[in-house]
């Protein structure tokens, strides 16, 4: 299928202030089941834009802003062809068969950030660690049970509330629900980490669109012989072509789409407004 992809970003400010390089992460990843056809990204004429791999390779723009100002843009524009792709067309080596998965010494050393979690989080008796299980039925047990469990909030701004508090208030964002799947995860001894991107939603109902106006955040799970697999917790899947990787990470600051900071000697207020759209052509 194609899509076209739109997202406008727009940051006022009530008097002109000065920017530090701001790194936008909107462009999607290298996926063989993903043709890039077009893309243009704008954002202030006098900027100097300098594209980049960070340390995850995420195509990032690093943004260089010469002047203060009172508006600060990030918009950009997708054409794209996207293949069918089954999330479930993997298969596990043996030491991969059960939760805890058993990582060759080698990949345990590469993927210890992403087994890291917080250890402080009592976690409800369906997504606590226990005795060995079957890989892919407790993963879509967990996913399921986080979307069933916790209700969705639409919250555009601000950081994922802890599992604790996810837990508690029994209610969240995408970035709260996938919080919570990768604290899951790495109690239960699986390397997990953060994904965000765009979502195609199909012909749902608007009550049921969950990343119609924003970009979307999940998880990704690393399995032996299968590699990192998406887990979206906020709609209680494993992500298929309808999703477009744009950024992965250990946690929320390596996946937000825009990072930066401005600069004033005074308190200045400030408002962010944002649109996404994502359309099926073909």
């Known amino acids: 299928m194609k899509l076209k992809i739109k997202k406008e970003s727009l940051y006022t400010y ?75 067309h993997f298969l596990l080596e043996s030491t991969g068969f059960k939760i805890p998965p058993e990582y060759k010494p080698d990949r345990a050393e590469i993927l210890a950030p992403y087994l890291r979690h917080e250890g402080s989080c009592k976690l409800p008796e369906p997504l606590a660690p226990t005795v060995a299980r079957p890989t892919v039925e407790t993963l879509v047990n967990f996913n399921y049970w986080i979307h069933e469990n916790i209700a969705y909030e639409a919250r555009l701004h601000g950081k994922p509330y802890t599992p604790e508090e996810i837990l508690k208030k029994g209610s969240g964002s995408c970035r709260d629900f996938a919080a919570l799947l990768v604290e899951v995860l790495r109690q239960n001894g699986v390397a997990a980490r953060l994904a965000s991107g765009f979502v195609w939603e199909g012909d749902k109902a608007e009550k049921d669109k969950r990343a119609s106006s924003a970009m979307h955040l999940w998880v990704e799970a690393c399995l032996p012989g299968a590699g990192w697999i998406g887990m979206d917790p906020t709609n209680g899947v494993l992500t298929d072509h309808h999703f477009i990787t744009t950024a992965v990470g250990r946690n929320h600051e390596d996946v937000s789409p825009i990072s930066g900071v401005f600069y004033s000697s005074k308190p200045v207020e400030h408002e962010l407004t944002t649109q996404v759209r994502v359309e099926k052509t073909a």
Not at 18 to 24: D, I, L, T
Not at 41 to 55: E, G, H, K, N
């Open 14 to 88: 009530a008097e002109p202030i000065s920017f530090s390089p701001h790194h936008v992460r909107i462009f999607p990843r290298m996926d063989l089941s993903v043709k890039v056809e077009k893309v243009v990204f704008s954002t202030l004429p006098d900027a100097d834009v300098q594209y980049r791999q960070d340390i995850f390779d995420n195509q990032i723009a690093y943004c260089f802003y010469p002047k203060p100002g009172s508006t600060l843009s990030f918009d950009i524009e997708l054409e794209l062809e996207v293949r069918e792709k089954n999330p479930f």
